[in-house]
């Protein structure tokens, strides 16, 4: 939440800013602002709104300076504003911040009795004050934020230039993520990697409670008690090009028609096509073995869209593993005091790789001695690092606020790794191995198949315009489905959307339809397939209008429904990978049918740093 970005160096630093806040205005879009030092003064330009607005401010405004820092935020304390907009500043210190203070109400509190003006209604400005405060003393803005450091509580990134040392700019975290990337002769940090890739593939990823003080040619980083550390470069090695559209509208839509390739590249480093078996990387295969000896049980933790993937993982860890398995959401789990048995193991699940909640839960699991097995989509983010063991998703920057091509990698990364736990237990036979093998390799073609069909979904969700209510329902490994499929539509078409197991229909939801309520029921040829029919017959029976997600030319559910969506046949647990293809394109076309910012959904930002 929010995009910090800071540029030193002789390119021109508004359009070193603009171009990196355009690739984390995923991260909000609410407000933006930049401020320049040149010539010992800042000149800062704020607008509300998206970014467009604060570049066509920028149009008119001549720029000169070497130093620079910009900001597109996400509101927590405080409303969308041009006043609450970042940069603030105070007496030649500007800072951008990304994350919460908790202690904000003291610090305003002491910073008004000491007679300071405070103009915004954010806790960000109190960071400005504080250091503004400090540096008068110091005259040296590192000093000034090392004593900064120890009054915040909370989470924050910040980046902070002083008017009076305009080569530098000084970085310290605590929670939300801060890459510094390598130039010659100039230096940038950010939010996320994915600001810079189009200058350097070197960062540096400062830790918390770290201090780096950043000019054009060097980078200095300082540890809590001020000690020089020494970090190596982590080269990335990454296509500017993947964070284009590519000639899509929207990032989302690009991102789901990726999928083919994304599930290969995973397929190919995960599985033996001559040998017909699935791998285990040789990196982790004895960590796997240790891990998994004498494991009891398996907790998955996650969010959102991670945590349905998750829960879709529940059921493969029971079946193909035959390992008790239990999911849970992050922010429930941190607080709620869970009980461990050192045979525990532990799975934490994050496309970001940042996820305030995800990590505290990530981090509450080592402090009581256990390792934590991590699958992450970005490589070096905070989660992956503090793993035992990080799995990656490789499926490439995903920058839709929305998740697609992250959610379809997770389960089919779930997929593949329970069935090298399975094969460790001696739980998958060969037969059913070379079974599920045959179908993975089909799998990104039958993907690539369905995306072909995508008119027909588009046609389909104009058929279902007028419905305000929506319920998706799946049994089995399709219920996860069923969740994301209403979380999508949710979060795109602001439509009300609920997911439920099929089964749990007549204890209650059932008395929500009427011809008024739209029905998704996802039906695959699976072993519950009948089951499912009959839980669709019985919300026609009812009134609601249906849409049915079945396999192949399936004329009994077409006969059925108003909209029938087909998916190729394969294994029962890669169904969910093609239901999930449908699902995702008919929220995309409801929302841009209804108008909507599709990469950018109202009231949401991509990575959740702040609980
Ligand atoms: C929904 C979506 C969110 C994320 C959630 C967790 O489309 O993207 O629900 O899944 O915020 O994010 P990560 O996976 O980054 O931890």
Known sequence: MCGIVGYLGARNPKDVILGGLKKLEYRGYDSAGVAILHDGHTKRVRALGKLKALEDKLAHEPFNGHTGIGHTRWATHGVPSEINAHPHQVNGVSIVHNGIIENFQDIRRDLIQSGSTIESQTDSELIAHLISDQVQQTQDLRTAVERVLGKLRGA??????????????????????????????????????????????????????????????????????????????????????????????????????????????????????????????????????????????????????????????????????????????????????????????????????????????????????????????????????????????????????????????????????ASQVAKVRETLSRAAETELMAALMALPAQVDLVLTHDKYFENAARGFHQFKGFLFMGRGVSYPIALEGALKLKELAYLHAEGYAAGEMKHGPLALIDERMAVVMIAPSDELYEKTVSNLEEARARGAKVIALGTGENTRLRDVSDAYLAIPASHWALNPILATIPIQLLAYHMAHSFGYDVDQPRNLAKSVTVE
């Not at 607080?335 to 940042?354: A, H, L």
């Open 156 to 417: 924050y990134a910040v980046l902070a230039t002083w008017e009076q040392s305009p080569d530098e700019i000084v970085a310290f975290k605590e929670g939300p993520p801060l890459v510094i990337g390598h130039g010659r002769d100039e230096n940038f940090v950010a939010s996320d990697v994915q600001a810079l890739i189009a200058y350097t593939q070197k960062f540096i990823y400062l830790e918390d409670q770290e201090v780096a003080v950043i000019k054009k040619d060097s980078i200095q980083i300082f540890s809590e008690t001020g000690k020089p550390v020494d970090r190596d470069f982590v080269e990335l090695n990454w296509d500017a090009e993947m964070v284009e559209k590519q000639g899509f509208p929207y990032f989302m839509l690009k991102e789901i028609f990726e999928q083919p390739r994304t599930l290969a590249v995973s397929l190919e480093l995960l599985t033996n096509k001559e040998r017909q078996e699935i791998i285990t990387p040789t990196e982790y295969d004895d960590k796997l073995k240790t891990i998994f000896a004498g494991a009891t049980d398996l907790r998955i933790v996650a969010c959102g869209t991670s945590f349905y993937a998750a829960t879709y993982g529940k059921y493969l860890f029971e079946r193909l593993a035959r390992l008790p398995t239990e999911v849970d959401i992050a922010s429930e789990f941190r607080y709620r005091e869970p009980v461990f048995n050192k045979k525990t193991v532990v799975m934490v699940i994050s496309q970001s790789g940042e996820t305030a909640d995800t990590l505290a839960a990530l981090r509450l699991v080592r402090q009581n001695g256990l390792e934590v097995i991590s699958i992450c989509n970005v490589k070096n983010s905070t989660i992956a690092r503090e793993s035992s063991l990080s799995i990656p998703m490789n499926c490439g920057p995903e920058i839709g606020v929305a998740s697609t091509k992250a959610f379809t990698a997770t389960l089919l990364n779930l997929l593949l790794f």
